[in-house]
């Protein structure tokens, strides 16, 4: 069998909990959108207790973990799921701060291009907005910087290391959204359906409580 470098590196960056997408990675992008490729690697991946995952809106490819009756790997999953769920406060704020900053008045998706300098000159024109980016900064341990064109820099070094942005040409002020942002949406989603399949289940189970109250009750007297 031949040396497939190009399936080596794609398994590599799957397993290390990569997102694999047009903007981070287009030629393995391409590559699993291959049917004998994608083959390939569920195959290897199944072997190591892995599957292969895809974003709702199918511009993200990620890895899963397959065997759940493990209590190892259900309790790295549950690790994680705390590590993701508890940054997402400021992951939201700054969502919803896209939007108001946006021309489209829409929050950041998938592909979106993210000028630091219209961004930046928007929030200078506005107290509320430099203090929430303050806040933002703060929540994801960002400290150092003094000033919102300070903040903002380093924010967007903190989104471009954890995967959300990719740096967009030459002057480094230029960004592109990733499908990083495409699984938060998946996940914030699945973490939303089960609370409301949670709170449907807990009214379900009060009202069968409060049921069989009013028949005890009806039959003592």
Same mark, same amino acid.
């Given at each position: 069998?031949?040396?497939?470098? +190009? ?25 699993? #959108? ?7 690697? !569920?195959?290897? =991946? ?18 899963? #973990?397959?065997?759940?009756?493990? $209590? @190892?790997? &259900? ?6 799921? %705390?590590?993701?769920?508890? /940054?997402? %406060?400021?992951? *939201? &704020? ?26 930046? $000159? ?10 929430? =980016?303050?806040? *933002?900064?703060?929540?994801?341990? *960002? $400290?150092?910087? /003094?000033?919102?064109?300070? &903040? ?27 499908? &990083?942002?495409?699984? +938060? $949406?998946? /996940?914030?989603?699945?973490?939303? !359906? ?10 379900? #189970? #009060?009202?069968?409580?409060?049921? !069989?109250?009013? =028949?005890?009750? @009806?039959?003592?007297?």
């Amino acid at each position: 069998m031949s040396f497939d470098p +190009l399936f080596r590196g794609t398994v590599e960056q799957l397993i290390t909990g990569a997102i694999i997408c047009p903007v981070t990675e287009p030629e393995k992008f391409d590559y699993l #959108a291959d049917s004998v490729s994608i083959d390939k690697v !569920q195959h290897y =991946l199944a072997q190591i207790g892995r599957g292969l995952s895809c974003t709702r809106d199918g511009n993200g490819y990620y890895a899963v #973990a397959l065997d759940l009756d493990d $209590k @190892g790997t &259900r309790a790295r999953i549950r690790n994680e799921f %705390e590590r993701i769920t508890g /940054q997402w %406060e400021p992951l *939201i &704020r700054w969502l919803r701060m896209s939007q108001q900053v946006a021309a489209d008045k829409h929050p950041i998706a998938f592909n979106d291009t993210v000028s630091e300098g219209d961004w930046l $000159k928007t929030i200078e024109a506005s107290s509320a907005l430099q203090e929430e =980016l303050e806040i *933002i900064c703060l929540k994801m341990q *960002i $400290k150092k910087a /003094q000033d919102a064109r300070q &903040r903002l820099r380093a924010l967007f070094e903190k989104l471009q290391k954890d995967g959300f942005l990719k740096s967009k040409g030459p002057s480094g002020a230029l960004f592109q959204a990733t499908a &990083r942002w495409s699984l +938060l $949406k998946d /996940q914030m989603e699945f973490v939303t !359906q089960q609370e409301g399949i949670i709170a449907a289940n807990n009214a379900r #189970a #009060a009202e069968d409580h409060q049921e !069989q109250e009013a =028949l005890f009750h @009806g039959r003592s007297e």
